[in-house]
T-cell receptor, first 114, second 109 residues
Framework: SAVISQKPSRDICQRGTSLTIQCQVD?????MFWYRQQPGQSLTLIAT?????????ESGFVIDKFPISRPNLTFSTLTVSNMSPEDSSIYLC???????????FGPGTRLTVT | GQNIDQPTEMTATEGAIVQINCTYQ??????LFWYQQHAGEAPTFLSY??LDGLEEKGRFSSFLSRSKGYSYLLLKELQMKDSASYLC??????????WGAGTKLIIKP
């Protein structure tokens, strides 16, 4: 298993600003993922953070809006850029523990954009 | 396309048994996961099935039929703390998780 921490746990930001969310895993993992979850809805994958290469983005998400870093096998950041109220959501970091594909989740970052 | 279907909401009584169904259509298949998510918290892993049949883990069991694209999560001896959303997710051929919208389970005394 893996224990994942995220910072900040929550933030209230003004429109047009950017926020960087940090994700730390207590062990080396191959794959890290960033999700968004709107209230009452399921998880939407934003991108897969690859160590040593650019992140792989899902349809509807672009690097300019959600730049991601993955400097090593235990850490990743997601930046939400030029925020608008529509970006208000919970952002979750997760890591793949190995062959089975089981994912462990961080506690999430609750973002409110005013 | 890829799709996961599960009921939006279910209600059950404390001490009873409830079965949450999930059907999936994915490009390839490498297993089926169930996660529990309490309100305001991150999902936590419950079970993983890749072979047909029933996997039992305490009060929770999970079943998979690959030929039918079907799984269920069975919760026995329901407790109030089991009130949560239960997410079904299938692992596709690229080892990417395809998530269902979740089933909100309400437990009544």
């Amino acid at each position: 298993s893996a224990v994942i921490s995220q910072k900040p746990s929550r933030d209230i930001c003004q429109r047009g600003t950017s926020l960087t969310i940090q994700c730390q895993v207590d062990s080396q993992v191959t794959m890290m993922f960033w999700y968004r979850q709107q209230p009452g809805q399921s998880l939407t994958l934003i991108a897969t953070a690859n160590q040593g290469s650019e992140a792989t983005y899902e349809s509807g998400f672009v690097i300019d809006k959600f730049p991601i870093s993955r400097p090593n096998l235990t850490f990743s950041t997601l930046t939400v850029s030029n925020m608008s109220p529509e970006d208000s959501s919970i952002y979750l970091c997760s890591a793949n523990s190995g062959e089975s594909g089981e994912q462990y989740f961080g506690p999430g970052t609750r973002l409110t954009v005013t | 396309g890829q799709n996961i279907d599960q009921p939006t909401e279910m209600t059950a009584t404390e001490g009873a048994i409830v079965q949450i169904n999930c059907t999936y259509q994915t490009s390839g298949f490498n297993g089926l996961f169930w996660y529990q998510q309490h309100a305001g918290e991150a999902p936590t892993f419950l079970s993983y099935n890749v072979l047909d049949g029933l996997e039992e883990k305490g009060r929770f069991s999970s079943f998979l039929s690959r030929s039918k694209g079907y799984s269920y999560l069975l919760l026995k001896e329901l407790q109030m703390k089991d009130s949560a959303s239960y997410l079904c997710a299938a692992l596709d051929s690229n080892y990417q998780l395809i998530w269902g919208a979740g089933t909100k389970l309400i437990i009544k005394p």
